[in-house]
């Protein structure tokens, strides 16, 4: 699934949230939806050096937090076009990390690992810097 695409499903469930959370008097979700590492072959991706460092931090993170069930089992469409079917990569579960403090919920594949071990993915320098300063915080 492409990142604009997830991004807008992101919106519309905020959305929908919203006016539930607007008709029972609770309060709303503001955060701006961002979608990192959904990668599609179709499109060109940003590639370069990502700091071993950072993958550690985030493969904690995430071994720390809860994975979301997405529609359905992905394989990596990359490998499968390299003709690497037995040792391509598949996942299903996504996570989200909600940075308070810039009010954005970035959600993320999980194979996002192998995206940039693999194939040479660069996240978003607002994503690796958010990452890098967490100590904790809320992961979904």
């Known amino acids: 699934m492409k990142r604009l695409e ?28 961002v979608a990192v590492g959904y990668l599609d072959i179709t499109e060109e991706y940003p590639k370069g050096p990502v700091s071993q460092n950072f993958i550690n931090k985030l493969r904690h993170i995430c071994s720390n937090g809860l994975s979301l ?15 690497n079917y ?11 990390l909600i940075d308070k403090e810039n009010n954005i919920q970035y959600k993320f594949p999980e194979m996002i690992f192998h995206y940039i071990e693999e194939h ?10 958010f990452v890098m300063r967490m100590d904790g915080g809320m992961v979904i």
């Not at 037995?86 to 989200?96: H, N, P, Q, V, W």
């Open 6 to 33: 997830v991004e807008e499903k992101m919106k519309n469930a905020r959305d929908s949230l919203n006016k539930f959370a607007i008709k029972n008097n609770h309060p709303t979700l503001s955060y701006k939806s």
């Open 69 to 83: 069930m997405s529609a359905g089992h992905h394989d990596c469409e990359f490998c499968i076009d390299e003709g």
């Open 86 to 96: 037995e040792g391509r990569a598949t996942s299903c579960s996504e996570k989200i």
């Open 120 to 129: 040479g993915y660069q996240p978003p320098e607002d994503f690796v810097l």
